[in-house]
């Protein structure tokens, strides 16, 4: 048996902006409609920030998916844990130094 999320998020229809690296606007304003699974969202997101880059080359898809995964699911926990970064790196399956080390990261220590 799987655990999927849903959340719901609105579709976004302005045009992409361009960055210093020639792609279309970061991944993390590209949104999708509907409620679905986490994972059809992302999957979602994924391919409409595909299209969206118009023939260009896309590169450090990896590192810019996870920075923007990341992020938010260590804000989300460290509330849902108020802050208890023992119960957090449980929560996350983390050992704490790894966790101490993406809250550094992510400028949330």
């Known amino acids: 048996m799987t655990n999927s999320a849903t959340v719901s998020v609105q579709e976004d229809t302005a045009p992409p902006a361009q960055d210093s690296h020639n792609t279309a606007r970061h991944f993390s304003q590209t949104k999708v409609a509907s409620e679905q699974t986490l994972?059809?969202?992302?999957?979602?997101?994924?391919?409409?920030?595909?299209?969206?880059?118009?023939?260009?080359?896309?590169?450090?898809?990896?590192d810019m998916v996870l920075t923007e995964v990341e992020a938010p699911l260590m804000e989300a926990v460290m509330r849902y844990t108020r802050n208890n970064q023992s119960k957090a790196s449980q929560v996350l399956g983390l050992n704490r130094g790894t966790l101490r080390k993406k809250l550094k990261q992510y400028d949330m220590l």
Do not use: E, K, P
Request: proline residues 0%; charged residues 20%; aromatic residues 12%.
């Open 39 to 62: 994972r059809d969202n992302i999957t979602a997101a994924l391919d409409n920030y595909f299209q969206q880059l118009d023939g260009q080359l896309a590169t450090d898809v990896y």
